[in-house]
């Protein structure tokens, strides 16, 4: 039975009919060689896709994978075409310090949104021992995909681990039908659950180990009856977790069915039972071999050709990695081979490349004789283009149609494509698509120092960064004549090794550079190309960590000036601190919203309280610049996990750069425990009465994540995107405030006091005008019918600036708070165009009065003030309560 249906999304993963393809496996070069890991790896992606196939009802299964091992591996593997490890799908690699051997996934976007990739180590692919842990492989990864495909989140919680239900402590679950005890880990006898300060007790809730419930995958999917996804019947919507905080109180399921990337296009028809076999290809990708492609036809005179050869020149000096290989082809109407592939093994190699960039343009513009040239240079070196890039640059449509977009596809080489200029052929982009390559525009003016960025961010890695170029600063600015312009840049302690100043002017004579080190050294002396108008400085030796200064002197007219530096990590044992960003989407028509994300790490720990701007900026000279938060509110899905983000809104139509500079001027960034999506530690099960107790999870303290790397400083760019907006129509949709996912309600005496973070007037964006705030004692009706709930005067509350904290104290209704009450609470914001925000997270509140059961363990408490709020806060229980309590009727207000 064939069923005909077809996804392909950014992350390169498509389904094809019932089957996923193009999966991508990708090991990092710190884990060893092992043939075992190749065949467990083989294995857990084998049993998934059976249990994936079981699941959705022998729907989808994995039917093509590949494995990319590190250059270092010395067995007999095929050669890649344009898989490369960043584009990994799955990561395998050592342990890091914040998530040890946890399998995570590592999400950026809201509810439907595909995570970026599942993270695994070797421990946990081959060692036995963490099956009793986390469940099979096979089923852990089916959980991790449904993160990883579907954009949908955990439904326990180990900060919010239980919440109250008609008077009873129940564990964060779904379904309600999965079984348990609560039990102390220490003593093993039957306990009631505290959360003292957002830190668990030794109180947890202990599975039982048989168990007849079927859902859900997203709790545990170590219980062996479990085989579904929690639907729309079964879900529990009252539950505190990421799954009902982040999606609206819907199902998993749901999700999948509607908001996922495979919505339209999970086929409706099944198959016979058993699944189909994935297929297994085993690749490595050789040393980096790159061809220039570089446009010298007419329309390149002036400033373009300069700036052409100033940006391939810091590519080629700074760049390329050693032991790569680089060529340089020149086309107009014809193409020419520049230089022949050369072996980056020393300076003088690296310099004699880029003195010989191309300096005289004539000529109009055939871009597909350049393409053909290109391969024809890479596949000289062992007559295969495949696994290997093309840099294509050009200012201009091609003089004939471009009918070679199949051939640069068919070829197996990834060719990155960049626009220069306004008019460059809309083609080049689809080019770039297919074969797996980025594409970039980058502005006409020095100012604006695009190109340089471009070429400084072409870097290739097999996930080892400490072989990689950081680009700490790049600026650009205008100085008058005579004029002086000075600036610090940082050196921090990850970085420092093959550190270098590039300077670029636009007039003759050059500026007068002066460069000082932390301590105070200043005879440092640059090298001049006089035919790129740059100067360049060689910081020798590793560079002094601390601020570095420099002033630049204009010796001439006013003209715009550009400065950049880069650096690599200061030893093979040092990861240096790197970020990378991106638009949630290549393209938009303006009806929705894009999201810009920066993510920023050492080595996979979160490196939070950065400072991170955003800059973007048309081809039209529209300009808008952007701090981008990690508060866990508006574009940002999770706070302090090191990804920054903030939605943009304000679009016009053109093509646009993305530039984000990330500073740590007083030195307040430190690691973050924040963790991502991931499967759920076991910490035991009961077994006939009796708890069975698994080893503890490694725990880290804050102590150790202490970000201890000085003032630093980053700049990177984002792959270019567009912005098509119909004819006739200026700017972007105006859109509303965005959701509030942070929600957060106590009980204070008989008052309750509301918090959240305050959304924009459009977005993020701005100040809202008014808030609606409202409750109910169904959660469901709250969710379905907001309007027709109870209402609370928030009259005087005038909405802050977007990010800022909001509060609001008030007393129900009289009569409301009795005892056994439970109530849920949920606001709108609206903008002065009566644009409404969607209904936030569902916030709750409890009011007992008498006696509480915990289930399984018998235990009652006495006047009780519970609050399930979105952020675990202080909490405290009587356990055992005497008859002298009893009598005297104490009180204790608990918060969960």
């Given at each position: ?375 024809e240079v890479l596949k000289t070196l062992d007559g295969f283009s495949n696994g290997k890039e093309i840099i294509f640059l050009t200012d201009g449509q091609s003089n004939s149609p471009i009918d070679c977009v199949n051939n640069a596809k068919e070829s197996g080489a990834t060719v990155h494509t960049i626009s220069l200029g306004p008019s460059g052929d809309p083609l080049m982009r689809e080019m ?382 009289s009569g409301t708070m009795t005892n056994g009450t439970t109530l849920f609470f949920a606001v709108k914001a609206i903008d002065k165009d009566m644009l409404s925000s969607e209904t936030s997270n569902l916030a709750q509140i409890t009011k007992v009065i008498g006696y509480i059961e915990s289930p399984g363990i018998g235990v009652y408490m006495i006047a009780i003030y519970i609050s399930i709020a ?27």
């Amino acid at each position: 039975m064939l069923c005909l249906s077809e996804s392909e999304f950014a992350c390169g993963i498509r389904l094809d009919g019932n089957g996923y393809t193009d999966i991508l496996i990708a090991i990092n070069p710190a884990v060893t060689e092992d043939p075992l890991l190749l065949e467990r790896i083989k294995e857990m992606v084998s049993d998934a896709s059976s249990y994936l196939f079981q699941v959705m009802n022998n729907k989808l299964y994995f039917k093509d994978v590949t494995i990319i091992v590190p250059p270092n591996w010395t067995g007999n593997y095929s050669r890649t075409n344009t898989e490369t490890y960043e584009k990994g799908n799955i990561i395998i690699d050592e342990p890091n310090l914040s998530d040890g051997n946890n399998p995570y996934t590592l999400q950026y976007g809201k509810c439907g949104t595909e995570g970026r990739y599942i993270h695994l180590t070797p421990d946990f692919l081959i060692g036995d021992k963490l099956i009793k842990f986390y469940g099979p492989r096979g089923r852990v990864l089916v959980h991790e995909w449904a993160h990883l495909r579907w954009g949908v989140y955990d439904e326990y919680d180990e900060r919010k681990p239980f919440y109250t239900d008609d008077g009873k402590l129940e564990a964060t679950r779904c379904s309600k039908d999965i079984t348990g005890e609560w039990r102390s880990i220490t003593s093993e006898l039957t306990c009631t659950p505290t959360n003292i300060n957002g830190k668990q007790s030794d109180c947890y809730f202990f599975l039982h180990e048989s168990q007849t419930a079927k859902a859900s995958i997203m709790y545990s999917q170590s219980i062996d009856s479990v085989v579904e996804f929690c639907n729309k019947k079964n879900h529990n919507t009252k539950a505190p977790n990421m799954q009902n905080r982040m999606c609206g109180g819907r199902s998993v399921e749901e999700v999948i069915f509607s908001s996922s990337v495979d919505s339209q296009y999970i086929p409706s028809c099944s198959l016979p039972s058993p699944s189909p076999e994935p297929t297994f290809s085993v690749v490595k990708r050789q040393q980096r071999v790159v061809c220039l492609v570089l446009d010298i036809s007419g329309s390149m005179t002036g400033p373009r050709i300069v700036r052409q050869r100033q940006a391939a020149s810091l590519f080629l000096k700074q760049i390329i990695e050693d032991q790569s290989y680089a060529g340089i082809v020149t086309f107009q109407s014809i193409a020419s081979v520049l230089q022949p592939l050369t072996l980056i093994d020393n300076l003088e190699t690296r310099e004699k490349l880029a003195d010989s960039l191309p300096t005289n343009p004539g000529g109009g513009t055939q871009i597909c004789v350049g393409l053909f040239k290109g391969l024809e240079v890479l596949k000289t070196l062992d007559g295969f283009s495949n696994g290997k890039e093309i840099i294509f640059l050009t200012d201009g449509q091609s003089n004939s149609p471009i009918d070679c977009v199949n051939n640069a596809k068919e070829s197996g080489a990834t060719v990155h494509t960049i626009s220069l200029g306004p008019s460059g052929d809309p083609l080049m982009r689809e080019m770039s698509e297919k074969t797996g390559g980025r594409f970039f525009y980058a502005g006409d003016t020095l100012n604006s120092n695009d190109l340089v960025d471009v070429f400084a961010s072409l870097t290739t890695s097999d996930g080892d960064l400490t072989q990689q170029t950081i680009q700490l600063e790049s600026l650009g600015f205008t100085v008058s004549g005579s004029g002086l312009f000075s600036g610090t840049v940082s050196i921090d302690k990850t970085i420092g090794n093959n550190t270098a100043f590039l300077i670029l002017y636009e007039q003759k004579p050059p500026p007068t550079i002066l460069v000082e080190s932390p301590s105070g050294k200043t005879n440092y002396t640059f090298k001049p190309d006089p035919q790129g108008n740059s100067l360049t400085l060689n910081i020798p030796g590793t560079a002094e960590t601390g601020t570095w200064t420099f002033n630049i002197t204009n010796n001439g007219q006013a003209q715009t000036m550009s400065i950049t530096v880069t650096s690599r990590a200061v030893s093979v044992d040092v990861p240096p601190v790197t970020v990378k960003t991106h638009m949630d989407q290549q393209s938009s028509n303006g009806t929705k919203p894009m999201v810009v994300f920066a993510e920023v790490s050492q080595n996979g720990l979160p490196v939070i309280l950065a400072d991170v701007k955003a800059t973007l900026e048309s081809d039209a000279g529209d300009k808008q610049e952007l701090d981008l938060l990690d508060n866990g509110a508006g574009a940002d899905s999770f706070r302090n996990d090191g990804i920054y983000s903030r939605y943009f809104t304000q679009m016009k139509g053109g093509k646009y750069n993305l530039k984000v500079r990330v500073q740590n001027g007083y030195g307040k960034a430190r690691f973050s425990l924040r963790r991502h999506s991931g499967a759920m530690y076991i910490p035991g099960y009961v077994v006939d009465g009796k708890v069975e107790l698994n080893p503890s999870k490694p725990s880290v303290g804050e102590e150790d994540l202490v970000a201890d790397v000085g003032i630093f400083s980053r700049t990177a760019i984002g792959e270019s995107f567009t912005v098509n907006l119909p004819p006739g129509v200026p700017t972007a949709t105006k859109f509303p405030p965005n959701t509030i996912t942070d929600l957060n309600a106590e009980l204070v005496k008989d008052r309750v006091l509301l918090t959240w973070t305050a959304p924009g007037e459009d977005l993020d964006q701005g100040t809202a005008s008014e808030y609606e705030i409202r409750y109910s004692e169904d959660a469901d009706v709250l969710r379905s019918n907001f309007s027709n709930t109870h209402l609370i005067n928030s009259s005087n509350l005038l909405p802050s600036e977007s990010g800022s904290s909001e509060q609001l104290s008030f007393t129900p209704t009289s009569g409301t708070m009795t005892n056994g009450t439970t109530l849920f609470f949920a606001v709108k914001a609206i903008d002065k165009d009566m644009l409404s925000s969607e209904t936030s997270n569902l916030a709750q509140i409890t009011k007992v009065i008498g006696y509480i059961e915990s289930p399984g363990i018998g235990v009652y408490m006495i006047a009780i003030y519970i609050s399930i709020a979105v952020v675990a806060i202080a909490v405290g229980l009587i356990v055992g309560v005497t008859m002298t309590a009893l009598k005297h009727k104490q009180s204790l207000q608990i918060t969960v």
